[in-house]
Nanobody
């Protein structure tokens, strides 16, 4: 079964940092674009960042300059470095795949993992 396993979440104070990992299981992610999404309680799942198979990246405006997405195809893993975290970043973070980044519509992505909880609070 092809899916991702997300890890690295936790509780952090405002202004702190976390590094999330998204490990692919059952397939090689070399030829896929990988997107990070998040879902806060009572809100819809939103796209946060995406990295194409060639390494092109994009970010939602609210995280630009604070989050960095990267990929290591040897480790079959994608990372999301999150700095200067804010309480509004609190959510469950997921990763998923599709052939190209395109519009960050969750319905267009597949192989979802279980997510990792990020809580930003003092």
């Amino acid at each position: 079964q092809s899916q991702f396993v997300e890890s690295g979440g936790g509780l952090v104070q405002p202004g702190g940092s976390l590094r999330l990992s998204c490990a692919a299981s059952g397939f090689f992610l070399d030829y896929f674009a990988i997107g990070w999404f998040r879902q806060a309680p009572g809100k819809e799942r939103e796209g946060v960042s995406c990295i194409s198979s060639g390494g092109t990246t994009n970010y939602v405006d609210s995280v630009k300059g604070r989050f960095t997405i990267s990929r290591d195809n040897v480790k079959n893993t994608v990372f999301l470095q999150m700095n200067s975290l804010k309480p509004e970043d609190t959510a469950v973070y997921y990763c998923a795949a599709r052939p190209e980044c395109g519009i960050m519509n969750p319905l267009a992505f597949g192989s979802w993992g279980q997510g990792t909880q990020v809580t930003v609070s003092s």
